[in-house]
Protein backbone atom coordinates (compact mmCIF):
# COMPACT_ATOMS: atom_id res chain seq x y z
CA UNK A 1 0.00 0.00 0.00
CA UNK A 2 1.44 3.54 -1.44
CA UNK A 3 2.18 5.99 1.85
CA UNK A 4 -0.41 8.70 2.34
CA UNK A 5 0.96 11.83 2.34
CA UNK A 6 -1.72 14.50 4.52
CA UNK A 7 -2.74 17.84 3.21
CA UNK A 8 -2.40 19.11 7.20
CA UNK A 9 -1.59 17.17 9.92
CA UNK A 10 -1.26 19.51 13.62
CA UNK A 11 1.91 18.68 14.99
CA UNK A 12 0.89 17.71 18.82
CA UNK A 13 3.78 16.65 21.29
CA UNK A 14 4.31 16.73 25.09
CA UNK A 15 4.49 20.14 25.58
CA UNK A 16 0.81 20.65 24.23
CA UNK A 17 -0.10 17.82 26.54
CA UNK A 18 1.35 19.07 29.67
CA UNK A 19 -0.72 22.48 28.46
CA UNK A 20 -4.05 20.91 28.06
CA UNK A 21 -3.20 19.07 31.63
CA UNK A 22 -2.45 22.75 33.50
CA UNK A 23 -6.25 23.76 31.72
CA UNK A 24 -7.91 20.82 33.10
CA UNK A 25 -6.26 21.07 36.55
CA UNK A 26 -7.62 24.20 36.93
CA UNK A 27 -10.94 23.64 36.17
CA UNK A 28 -11.61 26.48 33.82
CA UNK A 29 -12.18 24.35 30.51
CA UNK A 30 -14.59 26.85 28.79
CA UNK A 31 -13.55 30.66 28.40
CA UNK A 32 -11.29 31.19 31.33
CA UNK A 33 -8.55 32.86 32.03
CA UNK A 34 -5.79 31.08 29.12
CA UNK A 35 -8.56 32.22 26.63
CA UNK A 36 -8.26 35.70 27.58
CA UNK A 37 -4.70 35.06 27.35
CA UNK A 38 -5.07 33.80 24.07
CA UNK A 39 -7.32 36.74 22.72
CA UNK A 40 -4.21 39.37 24.08
CA UNK A 41 -1.78 36.98 22.11
CA UNK A 42 -3.03 36.72 18.90
CA UNK A 43 -4.01 40.24 19.08
CA UNK A 44 -0.85 41.32 19.68
CA UNK A 45 0.58 39.19 17.39
CA UNK A 46 -1.71 41.12 14.65
CA UNK A 47 -1.88 43.96 15.88
CA UNK A 48 -5.46 44.71 16.84
CA UNK A 49 -6.49 46.73 19.79
CA UNK A 50 -8.79 43.96 20.90
CA UNK A 51 -9.36 39.93 20.13
CA UNK A 52 -12.58 37.84 20.78
CA UNK A 53 -12.18 34.29 20.82
CA UNK A 54 -15.92 32.21 19.73
CA UNK A 55 -16.36 28.73 18.84
CA UNK A 56 -15.33 28.67 14.81
CA UNK A 57 -14.55 31.29 12.40
CA UNK A 58 -18.12 30.25 10.72
CA UNK A 59 -19.60 31.87 14.61
CA UNK A 60 -17.11 34.96 13.91
CA UNK A 61 -18.05 35.64 11.11
CA UNK A 62 -21.95 35.66 12.11
CA UNK A 63 -21.21 37.88 14.90
CA UNK A 64 -19.00 40.05 13.15
CA UNK A 65 -22.39 40.60 10.35
CA UNK A 66 -24.26 41.33 13.56
CA UNK A 67 -22.50 43.83 15.31
CA UNK A 68 -22.08 45.41 11.28
CA UNK A 69 -25.53 45.89 11.20
CA UNK A 70 -26.76 43.56 8.90
CA UNK A 71 -30.32 42.57 9.32
CA UNK A 72 -32.34 40.03 7.21
CA UNK A 73 -33.58 41.48 3.44
CA UNK A 74 -29.86 42.82 3.21
CA UNK A 75 -27.46 41.66 0.47
CA UNK A 76 -23.53 40.46 1.23
CA UNK A 77 -21.03 39.80 -1.22
CA UNK A 78 -19.14 37.11 -1.19
CA UNK A 79 -16.77 35.80 -3.71
CA UNK A 80 -17.75 32.90 -5.49
CA UNK A 81 -14.79 30.80 -4.64
CA UNK A 82 -14.74 30.13 -0.54
CA UNK A 83 -15.55 27.42 2.02
CA UNK A 84 -19.47 27.26 2.28
CA UNK A 85 -18.90 29.03 5.68
CA UNK A 86 -18.80 32.13 3.89
CA UNK A 87 -22.09 32.10 2.57
CA UNK A 88 -23.70 30.72 5.13
CA UNK A 89 -22.85 32.73 7.71
CA UNK A 90 -24.80 35.54 5.99
CA UNK A 91 -27.60 33.28 6.09
CA UNK A 92 -26.92 32.67 9.46
CA UNK A 93 -27.78 36.89 9.62
CA UNK A 94 -30.69 36.22 7.76
CA UNK A 95 -29.20 38.26 4.61
CA UNK A 96 -28.65 36.72 1.28
CA UNK A 97 -24.92 36.07 -0.35
CA UNK A 98 -24.49 37.59 -3.55
CA UNK A 99 -21.83 35.90 -5.26
CA UNK A 100 -18.98 37.80 -7.40
CA UNK A 101 -16.30 37.15 -9.62
CA UNK A 102 -12.36 35.74 -8.21
CA UNK A 103 -9.12 36.53 -10.13
CA UNK A 104 -7.72 33.30 -11.58
CA UNK A 105 -4.33 34.36 -10.60
CA UNK A 106 -4.89 34.93 -7.10
CA UNK A 107 -8.10 33.90 -6.17
CA UNK A 108 -9.36 36.42 -4.26
CA UNK A 109 -12.21 39.05 -4.69
CA UNK A 110 -12.57 40.62 -8.36
CA UNK A 111 -13.03 44.30 -7.23
CA UNK A 112 -14.78 45.79 -10.12
CA UNK A 113 -17.25 42.92 -10.16
CA UNK A 114 -17.89 43.37 -7.23
CA UNK A 115 -18.76 46.93 -7.71
CA UNK A 116 -20.91 45.77 -10.58
CA UNK A 117 -22.98 43.77 -8.03
CA UNK A 118 -24.14 46.57 -5.75
CA UNK A 119 -27.39 47.18 -4.90
CA UNK A 120 -29.38 48.94 -2.67
CA UNK A 121 -30.44 46.23 -0.12
CA UNK A 122 -25.97 45.48 -0.01
CA UNK A 123 -25.03 46.23 3.26
CA UNK A 124 -21.21 44.40 3.96
CA UNK A 125 -18.69 42.62 1.81
CA UNK A 126 -16.83 39.59 3.18
CA UNK A 127 -13.32 40.00 1.93
CA UNK A 128 -12.10 36.78 1.79
CA UNK A 129 -8.04 36.08 2.12
CA UNK A 130 -8.06 32.59 -0.05
CA UNK A 131 -5.70 29.87 1.11
CA UNK A 132 -3.91 32.66 3.22
CA UNK A 133 -2.97 34.75 0.03
CA UNK A 134 -4.11 38.70 1.46
CA UNK A 135 -6.56 39.87 -0.99
CA UNK A 136 -6.73 43.75 -2.01
CA UNK A 137 -7.69 45.38 1.49
CA UNK A 138 -7.31 48.71 0.78
CA UNK A 139 -9.23 48.87 -2.50
CA UNK A 140 -11.92 46.43 -0.88
CA UNK A 141 -11.75 49.34 1.90
CA UNK A 142 -12.50 52.20 -0.03
CA UNK A 143 -15.19 50.76 -2.35
CA UNK A 144 -17.00 49.78 0.69
CA UNK A 145 -16.18 53.34 2.26
CA UNK A 146 -17.86 55.05 -1.34
CA UNK A 147 -20.93 53.12 -0.51
CA UNK A 148 -21.29 53.19 2.34
CA UNK A 149 -20.61 49.50 3.30
CA UNK A 150 -19.37 47.32 5.88
CA UNK A 151 -16.12 44.91 4.80
CA UNK A 152 -15.44 42.17 6.97
CA UNK A 153 -11.95 40.22 6.75
CA UNK A 154 -12.27 36.48 6.52
CA UNK A 155 -9.02 36.02 7.50
CA UNK A 156 -9.53 31.73 8.32
CA UNK A 157 -6.21 30.62 6.66
CA UNK A 158 -4.35 33.94 7.23
CA UNK A 159 -2.54 34.05 10.28
CA UNK A 160 1.11 35.23 9.88
CA UNK A 161 0.02 37.03 6.35
CA UNK A 162 0.64 40.56 5.95
CA UNK A 163 0.14 43.33 3.40
CA UNK A 164 2.49 46.22 2.97
CA UNK A 165 4.64 44.80 6.59
CA UNK A 166 1.50 44.96 8.48
CA UNK A 167 -0.08 42.17 9.79
CA UNK A 168 -3.56 40.67 8.59
CA UNK A 169 -6.08 41.72 11.51
CA UNK A 170 -4.32 45.03 11.59
CA UNK A 171 -6.08 46.69 8.74
CA UNK A 172 -9.97 46.71 9.47
CA UNK A 173 -12.19 46.91 12.36
CA UNK A 174 -13.81 43.43 11.93
CA UNK A 175 -11.15 40.51 11.23
CA UNK A 176 -12.10 37.02 11.47
CA UNK A 177 -9.43 33.42 11.89
CA UNK A 178 -10.07 30.32 12.28
CA UNK A 179 -8.30 27.50 14.82
CA UNK A 180 -9.75 24.58 12.61
CA UNK A 181 -7.24 21.52 13.34
CA UNK A 182 -6.30 21.91 9.32
CA UNK A 183 -4.95 25.78 10.03
CA UNK A 184 -1.63 26.95 11.25
CA UNK A 185 -2.49 27.76 14.88
CA UNK A 186 -4.92 24.96 16.40
CA UNK A 187 -6.95 24.96 19.40
CA UNK A 188 -8.79 21.98 18.07
CA UNK A 189 -11.48 24.30 16.77
CA UNK A 190 -12.75 27.69 17.27
CA UNK A 191 -12.09 31.34 16.20
CA UNK A 192 -11.98 35.21 16.59
CA UNK A 193 -12.66 38.20 15.80
CA UNK A 194 -10.05 40.86 15.75
CA UNK A 195 -10.97 44.30 16.10
CA UNK A 196 -10.16 48.22 17.05
CA UNK A 197 -13.40 49.06 17.95
CA UNK A 198 -14.04 48.71 22.11
CA UNK A 199 -17.49 48.95 20.78
CA UNK A 200 -17.34 46.15 18.86
CA UNK A 201 -15.65 44.04 21.45
CA UNK A 202 -18.02 44.79 24.04
CA UNK A 203 -20.54 43.55 22.33
CA UNK A 204 -19.07 40.73 20.83
CA UNK A 205 -18.21 39.23 24.07
CA UNK A 206 -21.98 39.69 25.14
CA UNK A 207 -23.53 38.28 21.94
CA UNK A 208 -20.64 34.92 22.33
CA UNK A 209 -22.36 34.44 26.28
CA UNK A 210 -26.56 34.39 25.50
CA UNK A 211 -26.07 38.40 25.59
CA UNK A 212 -25.39 38.05 29.31
CA UNK A 213 -24.08 41.57 30.93
CA UNK A 214 -21.73 39.77 33.60
CA UNK A 215 -19.32 37.12 32.34
CA UNK A 216 -18.54 33.71 33.75
CA UNK A 217 -15.26 35.06 35.44
CA UNK A 218 -16.55 38.02 37.43
CA UNK A 219 -19.35 35.66 38.82
CA UNK A 220 -16.70 33.20 39.98
CA UNK A 221 -14.63 36.01 41.65
CA UNK A 222 -17.88 37.61 43.44
CA UNK A 223 -18.20 37.36 47.16
CA UNK A 224 -21.84 37.65 46.95
CA UNK A 225 -25.03 36.66 44.29
CA UNK A 226 -24.66 38.34 40.84
CA UNK A 227 -27.89 39.10 39.34
CA UNK A 228 -26.86 39.23 35.39
CA UNK A 229 -29.24 40.42 33.12
CA UNK A 230 -29.53 39.52 29.29
CA UNK A 231 -29.40 42.55 27.16
CA UNK A 232 -30.24 40.87 24.00
CA UNK A 233 -30.84 37.80 22.25
CA UNK A 234 -27.70 36.37 21.46
CA UNK A 235 -26.01 33.18 21.37
CA UNK A 236 -23.83 30.54 22.65
CA UNK A 237 -21.22 30.93 20.84
CA UNK A 238 -17.71 30.82 23.49
CA UNK A 239 -14.66 29.06 22.70
CA UNK A 240 -14.86 25.73 24.73
CA UNK A 241 -11.70 24.90 26.45
CA UNK A 242 -8.62 26.33 26.73
CA UNK A 243 -6.35 27.34 23.69
CA UNK A 244 -2.77 26.02 25.13
CA UNK A 245 -1.85 24.19 21.29
CA UNK A 246 -1.12 27.68 19.18
CA UNK A 247 0.77 29.16 22.01
CA UNK A 248 4.57 28.35 21.01
CA UNK A 249 3.27 28.58 16.95
CA UNK A 250 1.95 31.85 17.74
CA UNK A 251 5.12 33.13 19.72
CA UNK A 252 7.49 31.62 16.51
CA UNK A 253 5.17 33.02 13.84
CA UNK A 254 5.65 36.55 16.06
CA UNK A 255 9.13 36.02 15.47
CA UNK A 256 10.61 34.61 18.43
CA UNK A 257 13.61 31.65 17.73
CA UNK A 258 11.95 28.50 17.12
CA UNK A 259 13.10 25.26 19.31
CA UNK A 260 12.04 22.87 17.36
CA UNK A 261 11.50 21.67 13.95
CA UNK A 262 7.63 22.28 13.49
CA UNK A 263 8.49 25.91 13.63
CA UNK A 264 9.29 25.99 10.11
CA UNK A 265 5.50 24.71 9.67
CA UNK A 266 4.42 27.98 11.30
CA UNK A 267 6.71 30.74 10.74
CA UNK A 268 6.90 29.07 6.48
CA UNK A 269 3.62 30.23 5.38
CA UNK A 270 3.76 34.18 6.16
CA UNK A 271 2.86 35.55 3.01
CA UNK A 272 2.70 39.12 1.83
CA UNK A 273 0.96 40.74 -1.07
CA UNK A 274 2.84 42.51 -3.42
CA UNK A 275 1.28 45.20 -5.66
CA UNK A 276 -2.03 43.68 -7.32
CA UNK A 277 -3.06 40.72 -3.86
CA UNK A 278 0.41 39.60 -6.00
CA UNK A 279 2.01 36.34 -5.81
CA UNK A 280 3.55 35.18 -2.39
CA UNK A 281 6.66 36.15 -1.29
CA UNK A 282 8.86 34.41 1.33
CA UNK A 283 6.93 31.08 1.31
Not at 56 to 65: G, I, M, R, V
Not at 230 to 251: D, K
Amino acid sequence: MSARIPVARPELGEPEWQAIRKVVESGWVTQGPKVEEFEKTMAGMCGAAYGVAVSSCTTALHLSLVVAGVQPGDEVIVPSMSFIATANSVVHAGATPVFAEVHPDTFNLDLDDVRRRITEKTRAIILVHQLGLPADIAGCAALAEEYGLAMIEDAACAIGSAVDGRPIGSHSSLVTFSFHPRKLVTTGDGGMILTSSEDYATRLRRLRQHGMSVNDRVRHAATSVVRESYLEVAWNYRHGGSPPVPRRPIQQAAGQPPDDPRSRGARGRRVERPELCGAPRGV
